[in-house]
């Protein structure tokens, strides 16, 4: 190789970034918690949360210490809009997320516990998505926050191992295609649940206290 191709392959090298570690998993809440939780966030840069995410990791914190709560936040895939996603374009990219997502979570507790999961905004519409196709007999309930999605009542069927909920925001831009999910979801999903709270796009403490904690009857 000539003298002047080897110096500047060298500087290419020298000067090329290292590859960006990924992310590890917070985890919030007493390691000897009574539930366990997983938290799905919405897009967010990788390098810096969104003001909504940080707001809504506040209100997982109070919740963790009120209800004993252990919450694994796990951090998602860094996706071709240059924020990081939760990957679901067929359901075995929802499949191949939900194991990642998952083994990043067993980081935060021991032993193989009954779970929940939250997701807000792309990690809400990853959670109906996985509601749909998911075998896990430890994911008790599926929690979708400020985000919406489509049934097909013809080929979809609820999940016989989880419950699925929405809370969205009254002033949420998605409130409308929410409530409409919601109206088909009621027909056919067995214990589901829709509430509103108010403000808009966000994480809101009270309502997701009500959907976590056991059901009245």
Not at 65 to 84: F, H, N, W
Not at 140 to 152: L, P, V
Request: net charge positive; proline share 8%.
């Amino acid at each position: 190789m000539r003298p002047h191709l080897t110096f500047l392959l060298s500087l290419m090298l020298t000067a090329a970034p290292a590859a960006a570690k990924p992310a590890p998993t917070v985890c919030i809440g007493p390691t000897a918690a009574k539930g366990h939780l997983i938290y799905l966030h919405g897009l967010t840069s990788p390098d810096q949360d969104t003001k909504e995410e940080v707001e809504n990791h506040k209100v997982l914190e109070q919740l963790a210490q009120e209800l004993s709560l252990r919450v694994a936040l796990p951090r998602g895939s860094l996706c071709p809009t240059g924020k990081l996603c939760w990957p679901a374009k067929d359901p075995e990219e929802v499949l191949k997320t939900f194991e990642a997502l998952r083994a990043k979570a067993r980081t935060c507790w021991s032993g193989n516990p009954d779970y929940n999961l939250v997701g807000f905004s792309n990690g809400g519409y990853f959670g109906l998505k996985l509601y749909k196709v998911h075998s896990d007999p430890k994911l008790k309930r599926i929690i979708a926050s400020g985000s919406a999605g489509t049934w097909d009542s013809k080929s979809e069927k609820p999940n016989p191992h989880s419950s699925f909920a929405i809370m969205i925001g009254q002033q949420d831009i998605t409130l409308k295609k929410a409530s409409q999910l919601a109206a088909t979801l009621r027909k056919v999903s067995p214990g589901f649940r829709f509430e509103t709270f108010p403000g808009g796009h966000r994480l809101d403490g009270r309502t997701l206290r009500l959907l976590l904690e056991p059901r009245k009857p």
